[in-house]
């Protein structure tokens, strides 16, 4: 059989061979994660920089709320002291003109009117002050001090009124102190014989 005639071996023989696709190379994949890694270095470096820019106005915004309240804590009571100084102008007078007057009523007087001048000075802040006597005794705004027998009152009246309870707005600013009344102890009752002065 000559070649001519030979059998077809099952692929055309116009056929060229594909080449296998070509694999990445060592070096080709250490420069793809090289610049991958230097990506995300440099996003890296975005977020910290925003984050210290971040980080450098929160201090310094905590820096200004620090002096803000120094500020606030020095002057808060600058409107109240403002107010108090006619009362203490007023003391003052009265305790001068007092050295040269016989006359215990204009004194009085004068002090009464600086009372009343203090209070008016208080309220506008919304401070108050509440009646204690013959009240029944609230723990919420009473400071017992004492108590005392009675037979005119119930017990736990307050029957005395040692210092003036205020109220700022709806809040206690300051208890009074009160005597309360309790009932009279019947040992304190009992009569004992007369001693008549004989002796056995």
């Given at each position: 059989m ?5 059998e077809?071996?099952?692929q055309?023989?116009s056929?060229e061979t594909q080449?296998a ?6 070096e080709?994949?250490?420069?793809q ?11 890296i470096?975005?977020?910290?920089d ?7 106005e929160?201090e ?7 002096r803000?309240q120094e500020?606030f804590?020095k ?5 109240l002291l403002?107010?108090l100084?006619p009362?203490v ?26 009372l009343?001048q203090?209070?008016?000075v208080?309220?506008?802040?919304g401070?108050?002050?509440?009646e ?6 609230d723990p919420?705004?009473h400071?017992a ?18 210092q003036?309870g205020?109220r700022?707005?709806?809040r206690?600013?300051?208890?009074a102190?009160v005597?309360v009344?309790?009932?009279?102890n ?8 007369q001693?008549?002065g004989?002796e056995?």
């Amino acid at each position: 059989m000559s070649e001519e005639e030979q059998e077809p071996t099952g692929q055309p023989a116009s056929e060229e061979t594909q080449p296998a696709p070509e694999m990445d190379t060592p070096e080709a994949e250490i420069a793809q994660l090289r610049q991958q890694l230097e990506s995300k270095e440099q996003e890296i470096k975005v977020q910290q920089d925003k984050y210290l820019r971040i980080y450098a106005e929160f201090e310094n915004y905590k820096k200004r709320a620090v002096r803000d309240q120094e500020e606030f804590s020095k002057y808060a009571n600058e409107r109240l002291l403002k107010e108090l100084l006619p009362v203490v102008d007023n003391l003052e007078r009265a305790i001068f003109h007092t050295k040269d007057t016989k006359e215990p009523g204009k004194i009085l007087e004068g002090l009464e009117l600086i009372l009343k001048q203090c209070l008016e000075v208080i309220g506008k802040l919304g401070v108050t002050g509440f009646e204690s006597h013959l009240q029944p005794f609230d723990p919420s705004k009473h400071q017992a001090i004492g108590q005392m027998e009675s037979e005119e009152h119930e017990e736990g009246t307050v029957i005395e009124e040692i210092q003036r309870g205020y109220r700022i707005s709806d809040r206690i600013l300051r208890p009074a102190l009160v005597i309360v009344s309790k009932k009279k102890n019947k040992e304190d009752m009992t009569t004992f014989p007369q001693d008549t002065g004989d002796e056995q």
